[in-house]
């Protein structure tokens, strides 16, 4: 079956810092790959997306590549601020399938 | 108003009680599900309505009842709970083809009701 696997948190940086969260996937056919975002006391919300290898999804200075290679979708950002403090989700969709397969979220923390 | 809204936000209530946790989208979406997330394990998908359809249970033990009146209005209706059942409770809804064509992927999520089962 799907699966998605995640670095293990809480990852806490300082502010400013260049982020890295790590997710790599398993699925048997070609799937729709998501980052999703909770902040405190909130439901998860989309960050970005890529449908196809080699796309890059971007938001709010966040940025994944879709690697098929490496089956993988890491999730980057240049300089962390404290408003991003959240769990991060990565999850994967198969085309024709309703169920959205998620990992098991990485906490950030940033600090001042 | 967010899309999605869930309540009540926080549940507690022993194993002998019925509650219900209400879900409703102000999205115009076609599709509703229940997720469960508990710390430290993946979002677990529960059921699936499609158009006021239950098109997936996802192995859930009966003491969860799901009820989908139309396409804007999701419940759980909770009986006989265990104590491991304490977990916030997610409704989520996204728009679906008619043909039940490539699906996007895409869910929007409510805050989430924390259920606290003694």
């Known amino acids: 079956g799907n699966s998605v696997t995640q670095m293990e948190g809480p990852v806490t940086l300082s502010e400013e810092a260049f982020l890295t969260i790590n997710c790599t996937y398993t699925?048997?056919?070609?799937?729709?790959l998501f980052w999703y975002v909770q902040y405190p006391g909130e439901g998860l919300q989309l960050l970005l997306k890529a449908t196809k290898a080699d796309d890059k999804g971007s938001n709010k200075g966040f940025e994944a590549t879709y690697r098929k290679e490496t089956t993988s979708f890491h999730l980057e950002k240049g300089s962390v601020q404290v408003s991003d403090s959240a769990v991060y989700f990565c999850a994967l969709s198969e085309r024709g399938y309703q169920k959205v397969t998620f990992g098991t979220g990485t906490k950030l923390q940033v600090i001042p | 108003e967010t899309g999605v809204t869930q309540t009540p936000r926080h549940l507690v209530m022993g194993m002998t009680n019925k509650k219900s946790l209400k879900c409703e989208q102000h999205l115009g979406h076609n599709a509703m599900y229940w997720y469960k997330q508990s710390a430290k394990k993946p979002l677990e998908l529960m059921f699936v309505?499609?158009?006021?359809?239950?098109?997936e249970n996802n192995s859930v033990p009966s003491r969860f009842s799901p009820e989908c009146p139309n396409s804007s209005h999701l419940f759980l209706h909770l009986h006989t709970l265990q104590p491991e059942d304490s977990a916030l409770y997610l409704c989520?809804?996204?728009?679906?083809?008619?043909?039940?064509?490539?699906?996007?992927?895409?869910?929007?999520f409510g805050e989430g009701s924390r259920l606290t089962v003694l």
């Open positions: 989520a809804s996204s728009l679906q083809t008619l043909a039940g064509g490539t699906p996007r992927g895409e869910l929007f």
């Open positions: 309505y499609n158009f006021k359809e239950q098109t």
């Open positions: 699925a048997t056919g070609y799937p729709s």
